[in-house]
């Protein structure tokens, strides 16, 4: 008889038991990353830090690689300086907004961060993409045009030697960036899928409902008519401005 009424007990503190635990894990799911004990806010921002520092330091060296060569400085050096300057602007106002929205528990701080991440998300896969038209035919094609656009920019015929090296160094050129966008797009579909769930965790403000600054409709009686020409009063008479 206690064995028998012991196994409904047992089962019942196993129940218990489980209950508790799922809601242990429901409850922290969603301020822990995933199989790291980190929260949430702590990753996202962390991930954000190391953005932002690698574009700092391109931007550091693009610049100082135009700066020693002021005089025969090329547009293209300069080009790249303005896009990386723009891209560390974009991560740091990012990551200042990512930084206020833990402070002020507003998930619309995080946009910011989430729209710049799909952006270089979506830019890296579609130079992916090009990429693999790159290496499954259109090799020669595309060469044809990089080569032609640079002697028609740089007013320089090259030989057949010559186009033949530049053929090996754009092949180089395309597996080492290729590479390097496919790793890219995969840590930065992380990164926002991390952002993302710390977004979930917030609480989102009301939406902002805007002021009405025309004239209410006046109302129709017997002696008015809708139609007719609105007059306002005259300001009160005061003798002192006289």
């Not at 990386?84 to 907004?97: G, M, N, P, V």
């Not at 320089?156 to 496919?182: C, M, P, Q, T, W």
């Not at 965790?201 to 009301?206: N, S, V, W, Y």
């Amino acid at each position: 008889m206690t064995s028998s009424s012991a196994r409904p007990q047992n089962r019942s503190r196993n129940v218990a038991e489980q209950q508790r635990l799922l809601s242990f894990t429901n409850v922290n799911s969603t301020h822990m990353l995933c199989c790291c004990c980190w929260p949430l806010y702590s990753c996202a921002l962390t991930l954000s830090i190391i953005d932002t520092s690698f574009v700092g330091i391109f931007t550091f060296r693009s610049a100082e690689l135009v700066f020693k060569s002021t005089r025969n400085s090329k547009w293209i050096d300069i080009s790249i300086l303005l896009f990386f300057l723009a891209s560390f602007t974009c991560e740091l106002l990012s990551l200042l907004t990512l930084g206020l929205s833990h402070s002020r528990n507003n998930s619309r701080y995080v946009i910011p961060r989430i729209t710049l991440l799909t952006g270089q998300a979506a830019l890296t896969t579609f130079i992916s993409l090009f990429l693999v038209l790159y290496f499954v035919g259109f090799s020669q094609y595309l060469n044809d045009i990089f080569i032609s656009s640079y002697e028609y920019w740089m007013d320089e015929k090259l030989s057949a030697n010559d186009r033949a090296d530049a053929v090996h160094e754009l092949f180089v050129y395309a597996v080492g960036i290729f590479i390097l966008s496919f790793i890219y797009t995969i840590y930065e579909l992380f990164e926002l899928y991390i952002t993302k769930k710390y977004q979930n965790t917030l609480d989102t403000p009301p939406e902002f409902i805007p002021v009405l600054h025309q004239e209410p409709p006046r109302p129709a009686g017997p002696n008015l008519n809708m139609d007719q020409t609105h007059y306002l009063p005259p300001p009160p008479y005061n003798p002192q401005y006289c």
